[in-house]
């Protein structure tokens, strides 16, 4: 049984229940824009820094700090469960995270292990661990995310063995050799439920999943290699009462998929209107988002304007919680951050 938190905001915006003002985090919120967080990565390595929980709760509590967000989400990074089923990445400046045997060939899929619940524990007790020093830390302040990438995400990852453009390995694979991908999206799956109920059950107060390439999939291919999948996941830790929010880059020809996959929340990019969004889908899911990450390079003025858009463009009710589209970039001033933070919750308040 949970504590009573101090702001749970944005777990009833998660509810679709009334607020009083529009509650607001940031994908990314901790990391490289702010001069904090690269005082830190100055120590460690990326990999190391993800495995240890002092330093997991140092970078959490960050944006709370600085930002004045209304909600921590969990340092880590999507990867960490697939490395945990056998596969070995390392994580580079230049390209970022790379595989050095991409999951292509039977041998390579026979290899990755399915992680149980107590494995997932065993396996990554770094997880477990900084959940309860960033609990401690925020003393019932405001909710904890917990997060995991989509199987259909992380399947992309695993394929291509660094981030594509062209997607060109897991769509050979995919329209080619179909039974491989789903045997592949199958393990990734029971991982991912297991790996989300670990953190769940170490307190975090709500989790999300990112399929951050899952707009590169058309309606049918969607429909076949993510959404089932997805809604496995989703289905799988829906009786511990968690509220789910899923995300996906490039929604507008899934967002009905997305509001009937059963999640709470439906979290959107920019390049949807947010207007449209809640009329497609109705009381299904709350909106999340989603004001383009590029806003935050303009002064405060310009903020506000784009900002009181998607604030006017939602209207009126319960059910948004505001985001970005995607994840801060990496050289957005951090004054402008704070600014956003601080117009949403200016300027929803008066509703």
């Not at 995919?174 to 989300?196: E, G, Q, R, S």
């Amino acid at each position: 049984m949970k504590t009573m938190l101090k702001n749970d905001t944005f777990l009833r915006a998660c509810r679709r229940e009334p607020v009083d003002y529009t509650p607001v985090w940031i994908m990314r919120q901790a990391g490289r824009y702010m001069k904090e967080y690269r005082a830190i990565r100055k120590k460690v390595d990326f990999l190391t820094m993800c495995k240890t929980p002092e330093l997991v709760t140092e970078a959490t509590l960050l944006p709370v700090e600085i930002l004045g967000v209304d909600a921590a989400i969990l340092f880590s990074d999507i990867l960490i469960p697939v490395e945990a089923m056998g596969l070995e990445v390392r994580f580079t400046e230049k390209r970022g995270p790379v595989f050095s045997n991409p999951v292509r060939s039977e041998s390579g899929l026979e290899g990755l292990s399915i992680l149980n619940l107590p494995e997932s524990v065993e396996r990554m007790p770094f997880i477990k661990e900084s959940i309860r020093l960033i609990l401690e830390a925020l003393d019932n302040r405001l909710p904890l995310i917990g997060f995991s990438g989509a199987p259909f995400t992380l399947a992309t990852y695993m394929i291509e063995g660094e981030t594509s453009k062209n997607f060109t390995w897991i769509k050979r694979i995919m329209y080619d050799n179909p039974a491989f991908l789903h045997k592949l999206l199958d393990k990734i799956t029971t991982t991912i439920i297991n790996y989300l109920e670990m953190q769940i059950n170490a307190g975090v107060h709500a989790v999300q999943l990112f399929d951050t390439w899952a707009g590169s999939l058309g309606p049918v291919d969607y429909q076949e290699f993510a959404l089932p999948y997805t809604e496995r996941v989703i289905k799988g830790i829906k009786e511990t009462g968690c509220p789910i929010i899923l995300f996906a880059n490039g929604v507008s020809s899934i967002l009905e998929f997305m509001g009937n996959s059963g999640a709470d929340v439906a979290g959107l990019d920019w390049r949807i209107d947010i207007g449209d969004a809640r009329k497609r889908v109705g009381n299904m899911v709350a909106l999340q988002g989603n004001l383009d990450p590029c806003v935050l390079y303009a002064r405060p003025p310009v903020i506000k304007k784009y900002a009181k858009n998607i604030l006017d463009r939602y209207g009126s009710g319960p059910g948004h919680i505001f985001n970005l589209g995607h994840g801060i970039l990496p050289d957005t001033p951090v004054e402008h951050a704070k600014a956003l933070i601080e117009i949403v919750h200016e300027e929803s308040g008066k509703r």
